[in-house]
């Protein structure tokens, strides 16, 4: 009697002592590396913005597969005028690549902002070859005309659910 493969859903955890290693650990391609801080620098940034930065390392069957960093009511402009959310950073390990994570990332973004009584996702890409854009494009963001430090700024409608 053979017992079934056992099917796990990624999950995300909060980056504690216990997994700092492992979030440490993802690296995306090396031709993705230019799209993309690392890890660590996003964890340093989420320490600089308590309460804003929103950092979990993505978890499939025991398995570190990705990271992510949300930000939550940031001042966009830094003078009140303009509050967004969305995705801050998104790193999926490069033997996991194409595997879903990176659109279990955005939906668990997405589900998180709407749980705050958002209706926008915001994200930044780098451009050209190697970059996010089509993977984002792909999931419904669209691009707004704006640029924040040499990236594309993309806008992704959130629709409510019924309860």
């Known amino acids: 009697m053979t017992t079934p493969p056992t099917t796990s859903a990624p999950r995300l955890e909060e980056i504690t002592a216990a997994n700092l290693e492992a979030a440490l650990g993802i690296r995306v391609h090396p031709e993705q590396e230019f799209a993309v801080s690392p890890v660590v620098k ?12 929103w950092p979990r390392l993505i978890v499939d069957d025991g ?10 009511d ?6 009140g005028s303009l509050i967004r959310s969305g995705l801050w950073r998104l790193n999926i390990q490069a033997g996991e690549q194409g595997r879903g994570y990176g ?12 749980d705050r009584g958002g209706e926008e996702l915001y994200v930044t890409w780098h451009p050209g070859a190697h970059g996010p854009e089509d993977f984002y494009l792909g999931l419904g963001f669209r ?13 992704l409608a959130l629709e409510r659910t019924q309860e």
Do not use: C
């Open 143 to 155: 691009d707004t005309g704006e640029r924040s430090g040499g990236e594309t700024v993309g806008v």
């Open 42 to 53: 996003s964890l340093a940034e989420a320490y600089v913005h308590p309460g804003v930065a």
């Open 63 to 72: 398995r570190p597969v990705g990271f992510l960093m949300a930000f939550f």
């Open 103 to 114: 659109r279990f990332a955005v939906e668990s973004v997405a589900r998180r902002i709407r």
């Open 74 to 79: 940031i001042d966009w402009r830094g003078d």
